[in-house]
């Protein structure tokens, strides 16, 4: 390839070579060790490549005699975030729209520089107004503060560099340049300047004479999987084959890639070195690694609070443990809060260590996190100058425990080195004698996490798949190009909104013309079909529901075809798991068992339900909520008409008792506020300000007080118990049941009520498979004969408006009311001997289920699943998926 050896030959006689990119002159130095190994040498001189910065950088230092910093692109951030904040327009925003807007100003900056320095002067830039008039002052101002402290922004070195060039006639190397798809104007200028006392070349590319083949797939999965299977048909004829694959949008489908060639690699039977088979080129925010998020979360707990979910990662990342056992300890800290409910939308640390919820948090993770604390919290007080908190930060992190005891793979070594290169760039933000407070600085560290971008160390992968601008400068044996549509090719942007349209397209900036944009995608195709023997370029010909052309920068070319069958994706091999339907049973150990009424309920509802909560003591959980959850809510509610009805001296008994209170408001506020007072959960006490939980209290007593004015209007009746306990024995299953109320009616026969705030209809105790038990159960097994026959069961709804009760009485309107409505449920369906012995056949059968250990996943409704919560215990979703799939095939048959 004439380029490769061109350059080879270069860098063999001691010429520099000046690359586009870091990834471009890595790949040069990376191609010359490889010829000289090749070659049998076992020793040879570093070959002179640089990128395009690090050349400016260097040269700059070299021969600049003042005593100007050089600004790091976090302290470049830093000036202009400071400059926006002091601006009238831009004070008031928020840091994330401000930091948003200062690195527009960076770039505007940095397109100044490259296009059009001319309007560097301020002057020149005199009639903008607008956006542009506002970046115009921000400039004016940073080049002011630039000039007071002695700094010098990268984007203004090339343009000092060609001065400084130009009075210094002395003998230079000669420089090729290699991988620029165009010399952009400043660029070519300081080429120029240099070239008057040496000499500056640009690598030939080879005459684009490769095998060109254009393919349209169906859609972009099968587009990728093609890519995939060619790569893998590429390796297998020659396993030392170099491919490029070059793809536009690989930051919103990095795992989509990924999978498609992990699923390639161990189809080549390389499954051992699948990840060493490929290599993506753009990294990953440095933030969205593993070990640096939980170092910035841990820090960032030290002094705030931090979500609950990021608390469960955390600990789940085995990042702040030293052993398995404080990692498992720690999670089961987690679950013990959760079964106690507990859950907190986030944590402060102070609180965490607080909490006790029957399990223990282990002592020296706790010791090691309050010492952190307690550091910081001294170091807390004043701001200091960056680099001490920079230094601090490892100590935090070190005091914590952090990274854990477990020994670092490599890649987390390369992470961890690139986490304290950012915490040093962010310890020369004291350039200009700066001091920061803890927040302030933590802030701009956590941002330069999830700014800097992190990819590991090439490994030599035999594919490397890049984008389009990161893959100039590579060749290969054989390249494909993905997403070459008329919407990618060329590929569209979005100009800069702080530079006139007019100024960027005079200059040719980048997306200000069609034409500009057309021109570049037509130099990266030339250079790609220089770069390989074998180019091949595809397209997907429908990709979100959009239907997608050919680019007309490649159809001229090689007209599109539809894919070969040979990279037609293969069917996906057989899983190593075969499912069959298991019918054994383990049976429950007569006895008594926790859960009371629910038991029954659930086996109803769902048998594994049962057995999941029962046998193997499986739970969801609610997620945590800043105020009362509704479970909360029905407690409080529960817990006060309990106190309502525990009789005198505070409370009332009959419904003589309710008629004479005079005041009903008063009454039920005064058992309200002592309810709320001893019961509101810490949580939500902490958590909301005093006006929520008055307006909570209001919302209690209005809610109670319009029940009890329904229940005035009731025939006479007395509260028999209230929280009503009762032991049942079911055909060798014992169950504890409790029930809200029961009342005594004026026949002499008893009433068992549920307080019930949803939705709630006696349709739900109907066979064959009723959703909720408790009520029969409890009028079934829970009362024995010496305390009354069963006059009814209903369920007490309070909602507000609708106060009703709803069930079923043998003679509703002689023993509970007497205005009610002669259509309604209550009298049209009384309660019948038929209906008790219905459900006492139904809750043995049950029971007989429950204790032969039956635990079919057998859902009574799609409802059911959705209040459930333990899908992942018990897989239905997957279990549909096979029905489904399985229906499916049938039909097709
Ligand atoms: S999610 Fe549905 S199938 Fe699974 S245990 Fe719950 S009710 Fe049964």
């Known amino acids: 390839m004439i380029q490769e050896q061109e350059i080879d030959v270069w860098l063999r006689g001691g010429g520099l070579v000046v690359a586009a990119s870091e990834r471009a002159a890595r790949f040069l130095v990376g191609s010359y060790h490889r010829a000289r190994r090749s070659e049998g040498l076992k020793a040879w001189v570093t070959p002179s490549v640089l990128d395009w910065r690090s050349f400016i950088r260097n040269e700059w230092t070299r021969r600049s005699r003042d005593e100007r910093l050089l600004l790091s692109s976090v302290q470049e951030q830093s000036i202009w975030t400071r400059i926006l904040s002091q601006d009238s327009q831009t004070a008031s925003l928020l840091e994330g729209p401000r930091y948003r807007i200062a690195n527009l100003a960076i770039q505007a900056h940095q397109l100044l520089c490259d296009y059009a320095p001319h309007l560097l002067g301020d002057r020149a830039r005199r009639a903008w107004q607008h956006d542009p008039g506002e970046f115009s002052s921000w400039l004016r101002e940073f080049d002011s503060v630039c000039r007071k402290d002695g700094l010098l922004s990268v984007a203004r070195a090339p343009l000092e560099l060609i001065d400084l060039l130009e009075s210094d006639r002395g003998a230079r190397p000669p420089i090729l340049l290699a991988g620029f798809d165009r010399i952009l104007p400043t660029e070519r200028r300081v080429f120029a300047a240099w070239s008057t006392s040496g000499e500056v070349r640009e690598a030939q590319l080879a005459p684009s004479t490769p095998q060109v083949h254009f393919y349209q797939a169906a859609d972009p999965d099968s587009e990728l999987a093609a890519c995939a299977i060619w790569c893998r048909r590429q390796l297998a004829a020659n396993p030392d084959a170099r491919l490029l694959v070059v793809a536009q949008d690989i930051s919103d489908r990095r795992g989509e890639y990924e999978r498609a060639f992990l699923r390639f690699a161990s189809a080549a039977g390389r499954s051992a070195d699948a990840e060493k088979l490929f290599e993506i080129s753009l990294g990953i925010p440095l933030a969205q690694t593993g070990l640096v998020r939980s170092a910035c979360l841990l820090v960032r707990w030290l002094t705030g609070p931090i979500e609950e979910h990021e608390l469960d990662w955390l600990f789940s990342s085995g990042h702040t443990a030293a052993s398995q056992e404080e990692t498992l300890a720690l999670t089961a800290f987690m679950r013990a809060l959760r079964r106690k409910r507990w859950q907190r939308i986030r944590w402060q640390l102070a609180d965490f260590l607080r909490q006790r919820p029957g399990a223990e948090l282990p002592r020296a993770w706790a010791a090691r996190v309050l010492q952190a604390h307690r550091r910081l919290f001294e170091a807390n007080a004043e701001p200091k100058a960056p680099f001490t908190w920079a230094e601090l930060v490892p100590q935090l992190l070190a005091a914590a425990g952090w990274p854990g005891t477990r020994t670092l793979s490599s890649l987390e070594f390369q992470i961890l080195l690139r986490w304290q290169a950012t915490i040093e760039s962010c310890a020369t933000l004291g350039f200009a004698g700066r001091a920061m407070t803890w927040p302030e600085f933590f802030e701009v560290l956590d941002r330069a996490a999830h700014e800097s971008l992190f990819a590991p160390e090439s490994t030599g992968a035999p594919i490397l798949i890049a984008g389009p601008a990161e893959s100039a400068g590579l060749t290969a044996d054989a390249i494909w190009v993905l997403g070459a549509d008329e919407e990618n090719w060329p590929p569209r942007g979005s100009t800069n909104p702080l530079l006139p349209l007019a100024v960027q397209r005079e200059a040719g900036m980048p997306h200000s013309s069609p034409q500009a944009d057309w021109d570049l995608a037509a130099a990266t195709r030339q250079r790609l079909m220089a770069s390989a023997g074998e180019v091949r370029f595809s397209y997907a010909k429908q990709a979100k529901g959009i239907d997608k052309r050919p680019s007309r920068l490649i159809d001229p070319i090689a007209a599109a075809r539809p894919l070969p069958a040979e990279f037609s994706s293969p069917p996906l091999p057989q899983p190593a798991a075969s499912s069959f339907l298991d019918w054994s049973q383990v049976p429950f150990p007569s006895g008594a068992a926790a859960g009371g009424a629910n038991i029954l309920t659930f086996q109803s509802q769902c048998a594994f339900k049962a057995f999941a909560t029962v046998r193997l003591a499986a739970r969801t959980w609610e997620p945590a909520e800043t105020g009362l959850t509704v479970l909360e809510r029905g407690l409080l509610l529960h817990d006060a008409m309990h106190r309502i009805w525990a009789g005198p001296p505070e409370g009332i008994r009959t419904h003589a008792e309710l008629a004479s209170k005079t005041n009903l408001e008063a009454f039920v506020t005064g058992h309200v506020r ?220």
């Open 674 to 893: 002592a309810l709320l007072s001893e019961k509101t959960p810490l949580r939500a006490r902490d958590g909301m300000p005093p006006r929520y939980l008055e307006l909570e209290a209001k919302r209690l007593t209005a809610l109670i007080s319009e029940w009890l004015r329904y229940e005035e209007e009731r025939l006479p009746f007395a509260v028999e118990q209230t929280e009503a306990k009762s032991a049942a024995a079911i055909g060798g299953l014992q169950l504890n049941l409790r029930l809200d109320r029961v009342d005594r009616l004026n026949d002499g026969s008893l009433l068992v009520i549920d307080y019930k705030t949803g939705d709630v209809s006696p349709k739900s105790w109907d066979p064959p498979r009723p959703g909720d038990l408790q009520l029969p159960l409890y009028a079934v097994f829970g009362l024995g004969p010496a305390e009354g026959e069963i006059g009814g069961l209903v369920f007490a709804k309070l909602r507000a408006g609708e106060c009703e009760f709803a069930g079923k009485v043998r003679h509703a309107a002689t023993q509970l009311k007497a205005d009610l409505n002669r259509g309604t449920n209550l009298v049209t369906k009384p309660l019948s001997r038929q209906e008790m012995a219905a459900w006492r056949r139904k809750i043995t059968e049950l029971a007989e289920d429950f204790l032969a250990g039956r635990a079919d996943v057998d859902p009574r409704d799609n409802e059911t699943c959705k209040q459930c919560g333990l899908h992942a215990v018990c897989r239905i979703e997957e279990t549909r998926a096979q029905t489904a799939e399985g229906a499916l095939e049938a039909g097709d048959e």
